[in-house]
């Protein structure tokens, strides 16, 4: 099993200011991806990385896929309360997927 | 469009009860996904079809528990009998071969077991 491990696991910052989540492993990954889940509701997609080095821009999130592929990293500019909610990474062979426990994060008006 | 849907949303049931969680994959979507989440152990993969034939089941925790998906639009995750361990939200997540590999998911089952 690759396993991904996610740091922190918890945060809560006000509105306004940035922040970066961490993704990391010691397995080699094709691609990974980041989701986020809002309470009482399933993941969703934000973005997928799939070469080493390669940066992608979602309106104010960040994501980079480290050069060796084994980490990746999320980072907000001007955090709103709409970011509130888990941030999950995830990344396997196949179609199957291995999931981080995820960070929390709270973003207060 | 339907996206994923599983029922029920919510699940109270009694230790050594059989439960049976219920999903619909998106339509055209030949992979589904079934998906464990708790605060400790966080989003676990149970079992995944392709073409309606299990072709992972070692996230499977026991015996107790069961999966089957007899038609391309409908499975079935069965816990019998069910324990206050397996208390957790269950998710189903379809998606389609040869795309980009996102995960579409339902909103979940949350179980709870008395």
């Known amino acids: 099993t690759q396993l991904l491990e996610q740091s922190p696991q918890f945060l809560s910052i006000q509105e306004g200011e940035n922040l970066t989540v961490y993704c990391n492993s010691s397995s080699v990954f094709s691609s990974l991806q980041w989701y986020r889940q809002e309470p009482g509701e399933g993941p969703v997609l934000l973005v997928t990385v799939v070469t080493g080095g390669e940066v992608k821009k979602l309106k104010r999130l960040t994501f980079q896929f480290g050069d060796a592929r084994k980490d990746s990293s999320l980072h907000i500019t001007a955090a709103q309360p709409g970011d509130t909610g888990l941030y999950l990474c995830a990344g396997g062979s196949g179609y199957a997927l291995n999931f981080g426990k995820g960070t929390s994060l709270l973003v207060t008006p | 469009d339907a996206g994923v849907i599983q029922s029920p949303r919510h699940e109270v049931t009694e230790m050594g009860q059989e439960v049976t969680l219920r999903c619909k994959p998106i339509s055209g979507h030949d992979y589904l996904f079934w998906y464990r989440q708790t605060m400790m152990r966080g989003l676990e993969l149970l079992i995944y079809?392709?073409?309606?034939?299990?072709?992972?089941d070692s996230g499977m925790p026991e015996d107790r528990f069961s999966a089957k998906m007899p038609n391309a639009s409908f499975s079935t995750l069965k816990i019998q009998p069910s324990e206050p361990r397996d208390s957790a939200v269950y998710f189903c997540?379809?998606?389609?071969?040869?795309?980009?590999?996102?995960?579409?998911f339902g909103p979940g089952t949350r179980l709870t077991v008395l």
């Open positions: 997540a379809s998606t389609l071969a040869g795309g980009p590999r996102e995960q579409f």
């Open positions: 079809f392709n073409n309606n034939v299990p072709i992972d």
